[in-house]
């Protein structure tokens, strides 16, 4: 796990440092995408896929995804997730 400080400057811009901007495939010009989480502040690099259930849910009407398989896909994100982690690190 990398842990990194930066300081906030004027009008709230922030220097992401080039190690996790290469890490993450973050390039000048790039668009990010910031979301609180358990009160925590998470940016999400180019190219994140979306949650998956909250795209398929609803797409046909009246069809929603049932409970045990959002389960399933959270934890089948967040093994796929960590494997990527461990080969980065």
Not at 81 to 88: D, F, N, S
């Amino acid at each position: 796990m990398m842990d990194e400080q930066v300081k906030v400057l004027q009008k709230g811009k922030i220097t992401i440092p080039a190690e996790l901007r290469d890490k993450l495939g973050i390039g000048e010009g790039d668009y990010v995408r910031f979301e609180i989480v358990d009160n925590k502040l998470v940016l999400f690099p180019p190219n994140t896929v979306p949650n998956p259930t909250e795209v398929l849910s609803g797409l046909i009407e009246g069809v929603r995804v049932a409970e045990p398989v959002k389960r399933e896909l959270k934890q089948a994100s967040s093994a796929r997730l960590e494997q990527k982690a461990a080969r980065i690190a």
